[in-house]
Nanobody, 121 residues
Framework: QLQLVESGGGLVQPGGSLRLSCAAS????????IGWFRQAPGKEREGVSC????????YYTTLVKGRFTISRHYATNTVYLQMDGLTPNDTAVYYC??????????????WGQGTQVTVSS
């Protein structure tokens, strides 16, 4: 089990921004794809964004494309998810996870504890 630690969630007004952080070891960031997923109450966990283990490829669900940006920073051993233009539909617990490739949740074997994002006025 690989260790990943999320932070950066909170309460924000519609239209606002948050930056989520996923801290992991350098080994994890170099060798694993890192995905961001979210789960809202009563809904299934869904993929939000992913960055490949080489860092050269990034993926976004259509729901967030153009508003969210994923990036990997080796200096801080952290993968960030910059979230702009937030709407109430973005309210969920957000998780980061490590996997071999960017794909569905079932292919990610190690998960963080999650961080709550609430978008409300």
């Amino acid at each position: 089990q690989l260790q990943l630690v999320e932070s950066g969630g909170g309460l924000v007004q519609p239209g606002g921004s948050l930056r989520l952080s996923c801290a992991a070891s350098r080994f994890v960031l170099e060798h694993f794809a890192i995905g961001w997923f979210r789960q809202a109450p009563g809904k299934e966990r869904e993929g939000v964004s992913c960055i490949s283990n080489g860092g050269g490829n990034t993926y976004y669900t259509t729901l967030v494309k153009g508003r969210f940006t994923i990036s990997r920073h080796y200096a801080t051993n952290t993968v960030y998810l910059q979230m702009d233009g937030l709407t109430p539909n973005d309210t969920a617990v957000y998780y980061c996870a490590a996997g071999r490739v960017c794909s569905g949740p079932a292919d990610f074997g190690s998960w963080g504890q999650g961080t709550q994002v609430t978008v409300s006025s």
